[in-house]
Protein backbone atom coordinates (compact mmCIF):
# COMPACT_ATOMS: atom_id res chain seq x y z
CA UNK A 1 0.00 0.00 0.00
CA UNK A 2 0.99 3.69 -0.82
CA UNK A 3 2.91 5.45 2.16
CA UNK A 4 2.97 8.77 2.13
CA UNK A 5 4.49 10.88 5.74
CA UNK A 6 4.84 14.45 5.70
CA UNK A 7 6.74 16.20 8.60
CA UNK A 8 8.04 19.75 9.09
CA UNK A 9 5.01 21.91 9.65
CA UNK A 10 4.74 23.87 13.11
CA UNK A 11 4.24 26.90 14.47
CA UNK A 12 6.02 29.61 12.52
CA UNK A 13 6.46 33.23 12.92
CA UNK A 14 4.72 35.49 9.77
CA UNK A 15 7.86 36.14 7.37
CA UNK A 16 9.70 33.02 7.80
CA UNK A 17 10.58 29.79 6.11
CA UNK A 18 9.51 26.50 6.56
CA UNK A 19 10.76 23.73 4.72
CA UNK A 20 8.41 20.40 4.04
CA UNK A 21 9.08 17.32 3.50
CA UNK A 22 6.95 13.67 2.40
CA UNK A 23 8.63 10.49 2.58
CA UNK A 24 6.99 7.96 0.15
CA UNK A 25 7.40 4.15 -0.10
CA UNK A 26 5.70 1.16 -1.69
CA UNK A 27 5.60 2.45 -4.79
CA UNK A 28 8.43 3.86 -7.07
CA UNK A 29 8.56 6.96 -6.28
CA UNK A 30 10.60 8.30 -9.39
CA UNK A 31 7.76 7.25 -12.17
CA UNK A 32 4.85 9.42 -10.92
CA UNK A 33 4.23 13.28 -10.51
CA UNK A 34 3.78 14.28 -7.04
CA UNK A 35 1.58 17.47 -5.69
CA UNK A 36 1.07 19.26 -2.77
CA UNK A 37 -2.63 20.47 -1.49
CA UNK A 38 -3.41 21.83 1.05
CA UNK A 39 -6.64 22.49 3.61
CA UNK A 40 -7.55 25.80 5.40
CA UNK A 41 -8.66 25.87 8.88
CA UNK A 42 -12.11 26.21 7.06
CA UNK A 43 -11.85 22.88 5.13
CA UNK A 44 -10.67 24.96 1.59
CA UNK A 45 -8.78 22.88 -0.49
CA UNK A 46 -6.18 24.58 -2.27
CA UNK A 47 -3.99 23.17 -4.97
CA UNK A 48 -0.22 24.28 -4.14
CA UNK A 49 1.96 22.42 -7.15
CA UNK A 50 2.97 19.48 -8.93
CA UNK A 51 6.19 18.01 -10.28
CA UNK A 52 6.90 15.87 -12.87
CA UNK A 53 8.55 12.46 -11.95
CA UNK A 54 12.25 13.54 -12.53
CA UNK A 55 12.33 16.85 -11.05
CA UNK A 56 12.34 18.59 -14.16
CA UNK A 57 9.10 20.73 -14.94
CA UNK A 58 7.06 22.06 -12.47
CA UNK A 59 3.33 23.80 -11.78
CA UNK A 60 2.27 26.21 -9.40
CA UNK A 61 -0.87 27.94 -8.00
CA UNK A 62 -0.38 31.45 -9.62
CA UNK A 63 -1.14 33.20 -5.85
CA UNK A 64 1.88 30.89 -4.30
CA UNK A 65 4.76 30.54 -7.30
CA UNK A 66 6.85 33.54 -5.90
CA UNK A 67 6.67 32.51 -2.20
CA UNK A 68 6.78 28.57 -2.71
CA UNK A 69 8.94 25.91 -4.59
CA UNK A 70 8.56 21.80 -4.68
CA UNK A 71 11.20 20.37 -5.24
CA UNK A 72 12.56 16.30 -4.92
CA UNK A 73 14.88 13.77 -4.62
CA UNK A 74 14.12 10.36 -5.95
CA UNK A 75 17.41 8.82 -4.46
CA UNK A 76 15.63 9.17 -1.39
CA UNK A 77 11.84 9.30 -2.41
CA UNK A 78 11.27 12.19 -1.01
CA UNK A 79 9.19 15.33 -2.21
CA UNK A 80 9.84 18.61 -0.70
CA UNK A 81 8.18 22.23 -0.37
CA UNK A 82 10.05 25.22 0.42
CA UNK A 83 7.98 27.76 1.60
CA UNK A 84 9.28 31.20 1.81
CA UNK A 85 7.65 34.73 4.03
CA UNK A 86 4.75 32.90 5.10
CA UNK A 87 1.62 34.49 5.83
CA UNK A 88 -0.99 33.94 8.07
CA UNK A 89 -3.14 32.68 5.45
CA UNK A 90 -1.24 29.94 4.74
CA UNK A 91 -2.30 28.16 8.34
CA UNK A 92 -2.98 25.01 6.98
CA UNK A 93 -2.22 21.66 6.80
CA UNK A 94 -0.07 20.24 4.03
CA UNK A 95 -1.22 17.30 1.94
CA UNK A 96 1.50 15.74 -0.59
CA UNK A 97 -0.41 13.28 -2.88
CA UNK A 98 0.28 11.03 -5.74
CA UNK A 99 -0.58 12.12 -9.02
CA UNK A 100 -2.21 10.21 -11.93
CA UNK A 101 -6.00 11.21 -13.05
CA UNK A 102 -6.60 13.18 -10.19
CA UNK A 103 -4.65 12.33 -6.94
CA UNK A 104 -4.45 8.70 -6.01
CA UNK A 105 -3.25 8.81 -2.45
CA UNK A 106 -2.68 11.38 0.57
CA UNK A 107 -0.64 11.81 3.42
CA UNK A 108 -1.66 11.97 6.98
CA UNK A 109 -0.54 15.70 6.26
CA UNK A 110 1.29 18.24 8.11
CA UNK A 111 -0.07 21.02 9.95
CA UNK A 112 1.66 24.47 9.45
CA UNK A 113 0.60 27.84 11.48
CA UNK A 114 1.95 31.42 11.06
CA UNK A 115 1.63 33.35 14.14
CA UNK A 116 3.37 35.30 15.82
CA UNK B 1 -8.68 29.94 -12.82
CA UNK B 2 -11.77 27.41 -13.71
CA UNK B 3 -14.70 27.48 -11.12
CA UNK B 4 -15.95 24.42 -9.62
CA UNK B 5 -19.32 25.29 -8.22
CA UNK B 6 -20.32 22.31 -5.81
CA UNK B 7 -23.83 21.99 -4.26
CA UNK B 8 -24.99 21.46 -1.59
CA UNK B 9 -23.08 22.96 0.84
CA UNK B 10 -24.64 19.90 3.41
CA UNK B 11 -27.15 17.29 3.36
CA UNK B 12 -28.87 14.99 5.98
CA UNK B 13 -30.15 11.39 4.30
CA UNK B 14 -31.14 8.29 6.00
CA UNK B 15 -29.68 4.78 5.84
CA UNK B 16 -30.36 2.80 2.80
CA UNK B 17 -31.17 6.49 1.07
CA UNK B 18 -29.42 7.81 -1.74
CA UNK B 19 -27.81 11.16 -2.75
CA UNK B 20 -26.69 13.08 -5.24
CA UNK B 21 -23.73 15.43 -4.97
CA UNK B 22 -22.44 18.36 -7.93
CA UNK B 23 -20.16 20.38 -9.44
CA UNK B 24 -20.95 22.59 -11.93
CA UNK B 25 -17.76 23.66 -13.67
CA UNK B 26 -16.87 27.26 -15.50
CA UNK B 27 -15.88 25.50 -18.74
CA UNK B 28 -15.88 22.46 -20.04
CA UNK B 29 -13.26 20.61 -18.57
CA UNK B 30 -13.39 17.62 -20.58
CA UNK B 31 -14.29 14.64 -17.95
CA UNK B 32 -10.92 15.70 -15.94
CA UNK B 33 -12.64 15.61 -12.92
CA UNK B 34 -12.14 13.33 -9.70
CA UNK B 35 -13.97 13.15 -6.70
CA UNK B 36 -12.56 12.48 -3.13
CA UNK B 37 -13.97 11.36 0.33
CA UNK B 38 -12.27 13.15 3.83
CA UNK B 39 -13.81 11.71 7.20
CA UNK B 40 -13.45 13.62 10.04
CA UNK B 41 -9.79 13.99 11.16
CA UNK B 42 -8.10 11.75 8.11
CA UNK B 43 -6.91 12.80 4.97
CA UNK B 44 -9.04 12.98 1.41
CA UNK B 45 -9.38 9.51 -0.64
CA UNK B 46 -9.82 9.22 -4.37
CA UNK B 47 -13.17 7.80 -5.33
CA UNK B 48 -13.97 8.35 -8.86
CA UNK B 49 -11.36 9.76 -11.49
CA UNK B 50 -11.98 10.68 -15.43
CA UNK B 51 -15.61 11.85 -14.07
CA UNK B 52 -16.98 8.57 -13.75
CA UNK B 53 -13.73 5.33 -12.83
CA UNK B 54 -13.92 4.04 -10.06
CA UNK B 55 -10.67 3.70 -7.78
CA UNK B 56 -10.09 0.42 -7.00
CA UNK B 57 -11.19 -1.06 -3.69
CA UNK B 58 -14.40 1.71 -3.91
CA UNK B 59 -17.69 0.19 -3.11
CA UNK B 60 -19.69 0.56 -6.56
CA UNK B 61 -22.97 2.28 -4.24
CA UNK B 62 -20.46 4.92 -5.43
CA UNK B 63 -21.09 5.64 -8.90
CA UNK B 64 -19.69 9.37 -11.05
CA UNK B 65 -21.49 11.09 -14.05
CA UNK B 66 -21.69 14.08 -15.98
CA UNK B 67 -23.52 16.05 -18.39
CA UNK B 68 -22.08 19.01 -20.27
CA UNK B 69 -20.27 20.58 -17.62
CA UNK B 70 -22.25 19.57 -14.49
CA UNK B 71 -20.53 16.68 -13.02
CA UNK B 72 -22.40 14.10 -10.02
CA UNK B 73 -21.64 11.66 -7.66
CA UNK B 74 -24.04 9.67 -6.82
CA UNK B 75 -24.19 7.54 -3.45
CA UNK B 76 -26.78 4.54 -3.41
CA UNK B 77 -27.94 2.67 -0.43
CA UNK B 78 -26.07 5.05 2.14
CA UNK B 79 -24.18 3.25 4.58
CA UNK B 80 -22.98 5.15 7.95
CA UNK B 81 -19.37 4.95 6.83
CA UNK B 82 -20.47 7.25 4.50
CA UNK B 83 -20.23 10.01 6.54
CA UNK B 84 -17.81 12.05 5.63
CA UNK B 85 -17.07 15.36 3.48
CA UNK B 86 -16.96 14.53 -0.41
CA UNK B 87 -15.07 17.03 -2.85
CA UNK B 88 -14.67 17.24 -6.51
CA UNK B 89 -11.51 18.75 -8.05
CA UNK B 90 -10.24 19.03 -12.15
CA UNK B 91 -7.57 18.16 -13.34
CA UNK B 92 -8.13 19.71 -17.26
CA UNK B 93 -5.93 22.66 -16.72
CA UNK B 94 -3.56 24.77 -14.10
CA UNK B 95 -4.18 25.44 -11.74
CA UNK B 96 -6.80 22.59 -11.00
CA UNK B 97 -9.12 23.57 -8.22
CA UNK B 98 -11.56 21.97 -5.81
CA UNK B 99 -14.99 22.73 -5.15
CA UNK B 100 -15.98 23.97 -1.59
CA UNK B 101 -17.00 20.39 -0.80
CA UNK B 102 -20.33 18.60 0.63
CA UNK B 103 -20.80 17.44 3.97
CA UNK B 104 -22.97 14.46 4.24
CA UNK B 105 -24.42 13.63 7.91
CA UNK B 106 -26.74 10.66 8.39
CA UNK B 107 -29.91 10.85 10.41
Known amino acids: EVQLVESGGGLVQPGASLKLSCVAS????????MSWVRQTPGKTMEWIGDIQYDGSYTNYAPSLKNRFTISRDNAKSTLYLQMNNVRSEDTATYYC?????????WGQGTSVTVSS | DIQMTQSPASLSASLGETVTIECLAS??????LAWYQQKPGKSPQLLIYDANSLQDGVPSRFSGSESGTQYSLEINSLQSEDAATYFCQQYHDYPYTFGAGTKLELK
Open chain 1, 97 to 105: TLTTEGMDA
Open chain 1, 26 to 33: EFTFSDYW
Open chain 2, 27 to 32: EDIYSN
